[in-house]
């Protein structure tokens, strides 16, 4: 008699879930485990005046004393990291289940506390992996939204406190897509970035924040004998609407903008539902003149965004320095 596919596929199901959840009980215990360990040697280099000199000497010790029989999770090295982990989460209770130690490993990398609690919402929240987290971090996400938000909202956000109301809450300018591999040297033509980023489809959609499903790629319109194709389609379900992405491998001109408006408009008019918002239309550009933005779109607008795209991981004094030029242009507009 043969079995059920049904019955096998649930049964490894079952298996899979399991084992999952024992591994993640494995991982909350060792993270528990060198906090305390952490907490022991902080709290023991307090009782001596010489504590520079003393916890050099007490994390040697207990190296000699337990790397023999544990192994590599007893260096120096290792236990010095405990010890950091205790004084940069002091409260016990502050720990999340969800984030393993190599989670916690980069978390303790970052010396902003604001920065460092804007992650930990965003990788549990998200089940973030650590090699996600590491990405996030390095790709400066944090910075990037502050490009167009204060501190309060980006982690009013991130802790879901806030439902984002406004496109730029969650959309960033600009947009790091170093996961492509492509080179920043090398000329490519849209149809090439657009295979790409559908190629990456997952990458991308970490990228372009919560709450994104895809949805199509060169949507077709028909306008009375006329065919126009939008690059890709997707939907926040967080702001409730359609957005729309266009890509542009050259400097963005207002028939750029004038195009996505009028895609923005059709799906405004013939595909939003009446309980959704408006459309997001979204200029994904190589680079691009903020004036001819400002200038081509009305005051009031909130729904096209244009936002250049990087094919490599910005630095963090790229991103001082494009928050400087933000503030210098907000002051000339004021």
Known sequence: MKLNPQLIADIQDIISQAQGRAIRAIDSERVRMYWQIGKVIFEEEQH?????????????????VFQPAFGSGFTVRQLERYRQFYRTFPIASALRTQLNWTQYKVLMSIDNEDKREFYIAEAAKNNWSARQLERQVNSQLFERLLLSN???????????EKIPT????????????????L??????????????LITHLYDFMLELGNGFSYVARQKRIHLE???????????NR???????????????????????????????RFEKQAFENPTIGILLCADK?????RITLPPENKTIIASKYQLYLPTEEQLIEEMRKEIEKMDRRA
């Open 166 to 181: 406004e496109p730029l809450e969650i959309i960033k300018d600009p947009m790091v897509l170093e996961f492509l591999g």
């Open 289 to 293: 003149n903020d004036a001819v933005v």
């Open 150 to 160: 204060d501190v309060a909202s980006v982690l009013q956000v991130a802790r879901a």
């Open 225 to 235: 004998g006329d065919d126009f194709f939008i690059d890709l389609v997707f939907y």
């Open 183 to 196: 080179k920043r040297e090398a000329s490519y033509y849209e149809k090439d970035l657009e295979q790409a």
């Open 48 to 64: 001596r005046q010489d504590r520079a000199v003393y916890g050099k000497y007490l994390i040697k010790s207990i190296s000699d």
């Open 238 to 268: 967080l702001l409730q609407c359609f957005v729309i992405i266009e890509i542009k491998t050259d400097k963005l001109t207002h028939q750029d903008l004038g195009q996505i408006q009028m895609y923005v408009n059709y799906f405004d």
